[in-house]
């Protein structure tokens, strides 16, 4: 095996063991607060080096072989990742949002200020 | 005149992202040079310009909607590239941390509230979209009128602005404020 292609191995192991322990912790974890945690970040850590292998394959494809195709796909795979970058916390933060909005309270929670701020904000209003 | 100089920098940046879009889809032109097929054909460059006028003319008026115009400063885009750095380092760190809970079960959760003292939209949502994107901390709410954010914490800790915030908070004042 060639020294640039264990590279790529190498990144796309990262990814698997950083995609795996996301679902793992998707089981283990008691609440929709700690679950969103393993299955929003660690997926998303592990989908970066997906994309990592993909530019980093498609980059030696091209110099190999000399072909567009491959440099497209790199740079399509880039704009992929900066997609990625800004849409998966948006979509993390609004289900968090809409949980606590619909009364879903942090199991084992050892402070909780955003529940101490809605009732101030109830008194006031009251 | 006012909106002129939305409009152009509107122009500028749908014309750019079609660029990118495109980049080595066109014909090449010279079949022998080296680096040819980065190069557009003539009619994908007519095309981009077109439709990256009709798009200035529709939406320059969301792209721009206060009279504000520091983020044309091209420095400040630069710094954006360069923080990106820091961020993917504390992902790092903040993942394998994550994985050690993830093994060992021992989470400690609860919600905080932060006070970064950001004054531009810009500035909050970057910062709420780089704690989500660091594991472990998690943006539940965010107050507009005060800038403040609250943030579910995997694991509690005492000085919660410093610990989540602190060096993000740094950074985005560079470019951001």
Redesign the interface.
Known sequence: MTLPMLFIVILLLISLV?NG??T??LH???DV??R???A???T??GTIFITFTVIAYSTRQYILTDE??F??MA??TL?ALAAL??T???G??AI??AA?KMGIK??????????E?DLQKKKEVD | MKRGKAFVSTFLLALFTYLVLTLAAGQSMAQDAPWDHIIWSFEEIIIGISVSLIVAALTDHILCRKEDYRMLNPVRWLIILVYSVPLFIEMAKANIDVAYRVITGKIEPGIVKIEPDLKTDLGITILANSITLTPGTLTVEVDDEKSELYIHWIKMDDKPTERIAGSFVRWIRRFAE
């Not at chain 1, 942090?106 to 529940?115: F, G, I, N, S, T």
Request: charged share 20%.
């Open positions: 950083f322990l996301g793992i912790g283990r974890f008691p607060y700690t969103l945690h393993a929003t970040k660690c998303t850590f567009a195709k440099l497209n740079i399509h704009i970058l800004l998966n916390p948006t993390a933060h968090a949002r606590h942090p199991k084992k929670a050892v402070r909780d200020d955003l529940e701020a």
